[in-house]
């Protein structure tokens, strides 16, 4: 009956309001050296709109690069100095967005295109000036606009989430099965230690398929690695002790491996392709699914592989992410400790 109706309600819920590769609410940094009426006129006709939120005014670019990396910008609009003095030449605004989503950037800059074609078409009451105006395009961290250089760490993040998680859910329900928890729950070992012992494995396995998918993202399709391999390999050994924590869970509250199996896919398969934030953007969705996306561990890896790996960040800048990514680690394992039945029904 839940797959029946519960599932396919859930489905049109969640294609119907969230999928949408339209950009809305992108975060817009402004440099605008002078502050005269049209570049103000400008970009008040850009905020009004629901595609961008100014969230910086700055008199120089300095900090151009710090508002990219921490998140705080996803584009830029940079007017020069001269907007208004030069009559002779076009005048030419710069626009910069960040190029880790290609399909992101590449809209970014048509909206920002089209907005100020208007602007320039349709002048308002205020605007005095008939001026003409170029745009010039940058494209940080993509410049190529590789489409791998967006999914690669969203894959990374779906194939460790679902190979760990899957794995680790039918382990300790395994054990029911086939009759030997008998012998684990007579045994001296401590609950703790059986998890543990049931982990390792998986854990070790989960490793070997990072680093193979790190080669195969480096050398055969040319993802750059800018970020530390050390700080790189500690956030993986994080994200795939969450993973392994969550199909212990799983393991613990179910009586079969094919609920198991079946609980992991359906808790995992949809939310991390949805939610994750690498196919759809997670701005254009409800606020509801903004916040279910929050209690996903694969949005906040994905967020942190991507600053890491793409533009070279370190722990100063994602200590945030990661430490909500430990928080959900420690509370799995102790819910799956408090799952952990020692007498069978």
Not at 158 to 186: D, F, Q, W, Y
Not at 235 to 251: D, E, P, Q, R, W
Not at 259 to 280: E, K, W, Y
């Amino acid at each position: 009956m839940l797959i029946m109706f519960g599932l396919p309600i859930a489905q049109i819920l969640i294609f119907g309001y969230a999928l949408t590769n339209e950009v809305k609410n992108a975060r817009l940094l402004v440099v605008d050296p002078t502050s005269d009426v049209v570049s103000k006129q400008l970009v008040q006709k850009i905020d009004a709109g629901s595609y961008f939120t100014v969230t910086h005014i700055e008199k120089n670019a300095q900090n151009l690069e710090k508002y990219f990396k921490n998140g705080e910008a996803q584009c830029a609009l940079i007017f020069p100095e001269n907007f208004l003095k030069n009559n002779v030449e076009p005048s030419q605004i710069q626009i910069i967005t960040d190029a880790t989503d290609p399909n992101f950037a590449k809209t970014v800059i048509n909206y920002l295109t089209a907005i100020i074609v208007d602007f320039i078409q349709q002048p308002s009451d205020g605007q005095q000036v008939t001026m003409t105006i170029k745009s010039e395009v940058r494209m940080l961290y993509n410049p190529s606009l590789s489409g791998a250089m967006n999914f690669v760490p969203g894959v990374i993040a779906m194939i460790m989430m679902i190979v760990c998680t899957t794995l680790a859910s039918v382990s300790v329900v395994r054990e029911k099965e086939t009759g030997t928890m008998e012998v684990l729950l007579v045994s001296p070992v401590r609950p703790i230690y059986v998890l543990i012992s049931k982990a390792v494995p998986y854990f070790v396995l989960s490793v070997a398929i990072f680093i193979v998918i790190m080669l195969i993202s480096n050398l055969m399709m040319g993802i750059p690695i800018r970020g530390s391999l050390l700080i790189i390999s500690l956030i993986n050994v994080v994200y795939i002790l969450t993973c392994l924590a969550f199909g212990l869970m799983i393991s613990n509250v179910t009586a079969s491996q094919s609920g198991a199996m079946m609980i992991s896919i359906v808790a995992i398969m949809l939310p991390v392709l949805l939610f994750t934030g690498f196919l759809f953007p997670l701005e254009n969705m409800p606020l509801i699914f903004q916040w279910i996306a929050n209690i996903i561990p694969a949005r906040w890896y994905f967020l942190i592989i991507q600053s890491v790996m793409l533009k070279g960040l370190g722990l100063v800048d994602v200590w945030m992410e990661l430490s909500i990514l430990l928080g959900m680690m420690v509370l799995l394992l102790v819910i799956s400790l408090r799952k952990y039945n020692i007498r069978l029904e």
